[in-house]
């Protein structure tokens, strides 16, 4: 088993190029597996110019806004087959994107799900942001047990032979005003916020990627 992770960062990419750059590794994966050849985990950075993505069983209801108002705004919408509902991509948001061989680190689904969820939780703890999980949604959390309840990073994943793709988008410098057009990941009565939000500040996303690194090489180790 090889649990080494490698990494790539594509800056700023087009949401439906970034998807056809997954799928190569994620069926170049599957295809090794089948084969009995070792695979490698990857875990992508990245930002896409502003998307709006519905996951497999989502609600098309959950966009508030027609396609003439998309084009206004500057935003496109993309249908994908990643779990989750509907969130909203853009410039300011951490995209990571993970490609890994589960069984290469002994884990399922809903295991896997929680170490990324603690890698987002351990970063933000390092920025004094306190974060957690909240029971019966997938992602990242502020204040669940109030009204004030709100999500600042989004989990949405797709897997197939324990290998998986898509990944979490955490909210760091993003334009919060987009999510005013969606129903965030089906909630209608649940905020969303980020990292610049929560500190009243810009945040380096530079080194929020490099302590991101850190967080999950400390929780796949």
Not at 121 to 140: D, E, H, P
Request: hydrophobic residues 40%.
């Amino acid at each position: 088993m090889n649990s080494q992770i490698k990494y790539f960062d594509w800056g700023i990419i087009e949401y439906e190029e970034a998807l056809k750059k997954q799928e190569i590794l994620f069926l170049d994966t599957i295809e090794r597996k089948k084969r009995g050849l070792s695979t490698l985990n990857y875990f992508i950075f990245c930002e896409h110019p502003s998307v709006f993505t519905l996951g497999k069983n989502g609600q098309t209801n959950n966009l508030l806004i027609s396609a003439n108002e998309l084009e206004k705004i500057n935003a496109t919408f993309s249908l994908t087959n990643r779990g989750g509902d509907i969130t909203y991509h853009g410039p300011g948001q951490i995209v990571g994107y993970t490609i890994f061989d589960m069984e290469n680190f002994q884990l399922g689904l809903k295991q896997f799900v929680e170490k990324i969820e603690e890698t987002i939780i351990q970063l933000l703890k390092l920025y004094q942001i306190s974060a957690t999980r909240l029971k019966g949604a997938t992602g990242v959390w502020m204040d669940v047990a109030t009204e004030r309840a709100r999500k600042i990073c989004a989990i949405g994943l797709r897997s197939s032979h324990f290998v998986t793709m898509h990944g979490f988008a955490l909210n760091v410098n993003t334009d919060m005003n987009y999510f005013n057009y969606i129903h965030p990941c089906g909630f209608v009565d649940k905020g969303v916020t980020s990292m610049e939000r929560e500190l009243k500040q810009k945040v380096d996303i530079i080194q929020v990627k490099e302590n991101l690194k850190k967080c999950l090489e400390e929780q796949f180790a």
